[in-house]
């Protein structure tokens, strides 16, 4: 398995090393002794597995936990094809307002780890992309926050060829520089101290 860190202070992205004959092929998107080495720590004990099914167009974030209590996640793409983007809005990171992206399909079979304090965005550009993630807590509604896909300060990657499909509460959400303003951001210390007193 290869390990790539991202242009954000703590993202990775895993690509696992295939096993190919004539039944077909065989791979491992995890794998516990290569997250630790790259990580410094295990991955975090899961306490929810979720999908999302999505068609071509459809984009999902800038979604982010409050912190505390916070949420990681490893994600990846099973079935389809998408543009994954992960935005620091951490305040006092080093990378603060820093974003990167990373293609996720069903061919490469890459995995992204999201520390605490992040923001994740994916854009299906397939029909029927299912996105598979690992969570450090459990969805609680009123703890999930949002950044606006499309503030122009931002200057995501949103392919020009797609309408973007967004949700009500993601076209409404604030612009990063308004959520800093509204005190909405996770603190970059915060994070890191929740992340080294526990498995997260």
Known sequence: MRVNGL?????????????PDDRGRFLSHYQESVFGDAVGRPLFPVAQASSSVSRRGVVRGLHYTATPPGTAKYVHCPRGRALDVVLDVRVGSPT????????????DFRAVYFPLGVAHLFVALEDDTVMSYLLSREYVAADELAISPLDPGLGLPVPGDLTPILSERDRAAPRLEEAREAGLLPDYRACAEIEAGSRV
Request: glycine share 8%; net charge negative.
């Open 96 to 107: 603060f307002g820093v974003w990167d992206s990373v293609v996720l399909d069903s061919l």
């Open 7 to 19: 242009a954000v202070e703590g993202v990775y992205v895993f690509t696992p090393e295939e096993f």
